[in-house]
């Protein structure tokens, strides 16, 4: 995994909390679920499950 990651963070706004959190797939089947706003918060796993949107 690079340690110079990037990500645009003006997608997550304050008015979009749902935008705020992403994820990638990093290869191996190795998940990096990160904070566009604090890129020091992040979690790597092996397994990744689609919570879906709840309404």
Known sequence: MSTNATDDV???????????????NIGDEDFVIYDRENHQAW?????????????
């Open 43 to 55: 979690i790597q796993s092996t397994v990744a499950l689609d919570v879906g949107n709840p309404q």
């Open 10 to 24: 003006t997608d997550a706004t304050s008015e979009d909390r749902s935008q705020r959190y992403a994820g990638l």
